[in-house]
């Protein structure tokens, strides 16, 4: 692969991702498409000479690249070859280049971009529709954990959570002992302290960088509500009771909705004040982040008025929140 063709159609994958302007979306093309033919779709988006300009910059563009690795990438293959026959022998040499050349056309450009859009599960509530496919990355570098990339895109670590598996992450902090690799990011852990009086300009710091740890939590407190509104509604609302079931995830989790089933939701949460405070209160966080022409001080405002609303609402879940959101440090 030449290094600014990659470069370049995974930037674009992520600035326009689940979009039709994504190069190999199986939202978009369908996950069979993705995952049998995802090579022919990175071929294709190769040629694209708009991608490779508006999105390859930064990307090496030295004698050695020029005139070696981009004008004889192909030959990369038949030298990985030479090597396996003098490792291993004609037929085991052979065989193990058949495994190498068939690994990365259907593990990464079928597997992460099929799979890992399509099936699997998700540790953080991004805007597009990426998964972990197992929490144990293993035979895709790390990879697998394609939900957490998403969300952390610059970070050089893949695994979140304890249970899981990043091997790349080991090969990097082997690489970087021996002084061969830095580490230039990571993602943020959430830090604690006790609770602000009022928020401040280093909670709303805190809250921007910590986005994603923040909407995850707000997903489990107002489960507590969630389970009440239904409880109480099935005794003299039972279809809206069965409609709130029925979009339990899109509820929590702010998840879009088609035409007919956001009706149906919104129907049913005009007989819930409770939920309905919940689901616009969830929006109101969210833009807190998506604001970027905002000044600092105007999102702080919004924060204060945010946290201000939400304990006078007298929704115990949302009460506990906002004391949750001011002690992020």
Not at 213 to 236: F, G, I
């Amino acid at each position: 692969m030449v290094t600014k063709e990659w470069a370049a159609i995974h930037r674009k994958h992520h600035a326009k991702c689940e979009t039709v302007e994504d190069p190999h979306s199986p939202q978009i093309y369908g996950i069979n498409r993705v995952l049998w033919a995802g090579v022919l779709l990175y071929v294709k988006e190769s040629f694209n000479k708009e991608t490779l300009e508006r999105y390859g910059h930064g990307t090496p563009d030295d004698w050695m690249e020029r005139n070696l690795y981009t004008r004889y990438s192909v030959f990369g293959v038949f030298a990985m070859l030479a090597v396996d026959l003098l490792l291993f022998g004609v037929v085991p040499g052979v065989l193990i280049w058949l495994a190498q050349i068939a690994w990365i056309p259907f593990w990464a450009a079928g597997v992460i971009n099929g799979v890992g859009h399509f099936f699997g599960y998700r540790s953080y509530d991004v805007a597009d529709a990426s998964t972990n496919i197992v929490p144990w990355g293993i035979l895709i570098g790390g990879e697998e954990l394609h939900n957490n990339h998403h969300a952390f895109a610059s970070s050089a670590k893949l695994s979140s959570k304890w249970y899981e598996i990043d091997v790349g992450w080991m090969y990097i902090c082997v690489l970087q002992a021996l002084g061969l690799a830095t580490v230039k990011k990571l993602a943020p852990k959430p830090r604690f302290a006790r609770p602000k009086p009022a928020a401040d300009l280093e909670t709303l710091h805190a809250v921007i960088s910590n986005r994603y740890d923040v909407l995850s939590r707000y997903a489990k407190s107002v489960r507590r509500t969630y389970a009440e509104e239904v409880e109480r509604l099935k005794h003299w609302s039972p279809r809206d009771a069965e409609v709130l079931r029925s979009l339990r995830r899109a509820l929590l989790r702010g998840q879009a909705l088609a035409g007919a089933e956001r009706a149906r939701l919104a129907e049913a949460l005009k007989k819930s004040r409770a939920l309905a405070t919940v689901v616009a209160m969830r929006h109101e966080l969210i833009a807190l982040w998506e604001r970027s022409s905002a000044s600092k001080e105007q999102l702080l405002r919004q924060l204060q008025d945010w946290c201000h609303r939400a304990e006078a609402s007298g929704i115990a879940s949302l009460v506990d929140f906002s004391q949750r959101l001011r002690s992020y440090a």
